[in-house]
């Protein structure tokens, strides 16, 4: 199968279940891998639905005169094909905006210059700041299915300055199935005595993580039953950066027999049971998350 390279500027959350699916991400929002024309042709279709802003573009194997072709999504620069081969367009608005930085600047140009540069500096150190600061969700649900099944708990650890933690039990109307009090232990009675209306639970929650950095282990479920929550509630969707612990863990060990919860905190050496509740999930993925060194890093 020809190798195909994809990058992106900006990774929407929706994509990175689909891209990680059939590819690695060697860099940040470089996904290299070996396709099939019809995988690859529904995965760039996927990639050009579902970026809103920033840039993409895909580089694979062809049949032409210099073995490759690519395209480009949202970019500068566009690709034109040259009696077979792909050739890229230079714009002419790019081209006037590298002619006037290299003519010089006027002494006014040049300050603002200086003060957008310290203001740049000024923003990544803010940036620097924030990304100290994360939050490890985690979410209990009656079921699978994110259009049919309902959140009935939700848990959550701040790790920064001050740690704090967060937890809540949801209300909900159907009788929740058996194996899921089997494996929560939470069941009607609990969630009728303490549980409180969803939209309540979601608002505080929102407000509980603010814009701080998320991190859950196979999360990207947790924000697909979060945001479809907050959809039906009328609140505002997530959109906070998100980080998956097991996507790190899959680089770190390659062979693992599984990537279950419970295999990988084994592996790393932490011997305490998953209990499948939110809070206490979320207790021991942050201790997973100081175990595993590229995923620390990326969060400081």
Same mark, same amino acid.
């Given at each position: 199968?020809?190798?195909?390279?994809?990058?992106?500027?900006?990774?929407?959350?929706?994509?990175?279940?689909?891209?990680?699916?059939?590819?690695?991400?060697?860099?940040?929002?470089?996904?290299?891998?070996?396709?099939?024309?019809?995988?690859?042709?529904?995965?760039?279709?996927?990639?050009?639905?579902?970026?809103?802003?920033?840039?993409?573009?895909?580089?694979?194997?062809?049949?032409?005169?210099?073995?490759?072709?690519?395209?480009?999504?949202?970019?500068?620069?566009?690709?034109?094909?040259?009696?077979?081969?792909?050739?890229?367009?230079?714009?002419?608005?790019?081209?006037?905006?590298?002619?006037? @930085?290299?003519? +010089?600047?006027?002494?006014?140009?040049?300050?603002?210059?200086?003060?957008?540069?310290?203001?740049?500096?000024?923003?990544?150190?803010?940036?620097?700041?924030?990304?100290?600061?994360?939050?490890?969700?985690?979410?209990?649900?009656?079921?699978?299915?994110?259009?049919?099944?309902?959140?009935?708990?939700?848990?959550?650890?701040?790790?920064?300055?001050?740690?704090?933690?967060?937890?809540?039990?949801?209300?909900?109307?159907?009788?929740?199935?058996?194996?899921?009090?089997?494996?929560?232990?939470?069941?009607?009675?609990?969630?009728?005595?303490?549980?409180?209306?969803?939209?309540?639970? @979601?608002?505080?929650?929102?407000?509980?993580?603010?814009?701080?950095?998320?991190?859950?282990?196979?999360?990207?479920?947790?924000?697909?039953?979060?945001?479809?929550?907050?959809?039906?509630?009328?609140?505002?969707?997530?959109?906070?950066?998100?980080?998956?612990?097991?996507?790190?863990?899959?680089?770190?060990?390659?062979?693992?027999?599984?990537?279950?919860?419970?295999?990988?905190?084994?592996?790393? +050496?932490?011997?305490?049971?998953?209990?499948?509740?939110?809070?206490?999930?979320?207790?021991?993925?942050?201790?997973?998350?100081?175990?595993?060194?590229? @995923?620390?890093?990326?969060?400081?």
């Amino acid at each position: 199968m020809p190798f195909t390279v994809i990058t992106l500027s900006k990774v929407p959350n929706s994509l990175r279940g689909d891209l990680s699916k059939w590819l690695q991400e060697v860099a940040t929002g470089v996904y290299v891998g070996n396709l099939n024309t019809k995988v690859r042709e529904k995965l760039w279709e996927r990639v050009k639905d579902n970026l809103k802003d920033g840039e993409a573009t895909i580089s694979y194997y062809n049949r032409n005169e210099i073995g490759y072709n690519f395209e480009t999504i949202n970019g500068i620069r566009e690709v034109i094909d040259s009696e077979g081969i792909p050739l890229v367009l230079v714009k002419k608005e790019e081209k006037e905006r590298e002619n006037t @930085l290299k003519e +010089g600047f006027s002494k006014a140009a040049q300050f603002k210059k200086i003060k957008n540069i310290e203001h740049s500096k000024l923003k990544k150190e803010v940036e620097k700041e924030k990304a100290k600061e994360y939050v490890v969700i985690d979410i209990e649900t009656d079921g699978l299915d994110i259009n049919n099944n309902k959140i009935i708990e939700i848990g959550a650890v701040k790790v920064g300055k001050n740690r704090e933690e967060f937890h809540r039990l949801i209300k909900i109307q159907e009788k929740l199935p058996e194996e899921i009090v089997r494996l929560t232990t939470i069941d009607d009675e609990m969630l009728e005595r303490e549980g409180v209306p969803l939209g309540k639970a @979601l608002k505080e929650f929102s407000e509980f993580i603010g814009e701080n950095n998320l991190v859950g282990y196979n999360v990207n479920f947790d924000i697909q039953f979060l945001n479809e929550a907050l959809d039906r509630e009328n609140l505002p969707k997530i959109k906070n950066k998100v980080y998956d612990i097991m996507q790190f863990v899959k680089k770190e060990n390659l062979f693992l027999k599984n990537y279950k919860l419970k295999t990988v905190l084994k592996t790393y +050496g932490i011997e305490e049971e998953v209990p499948h509740r939110a809070l206490e999930d979320s207790r021991l993925e942050e201790k997973l998350i100081l175990k595993v060194k590229k @995923l620390l890093d990326t969060l400081k």
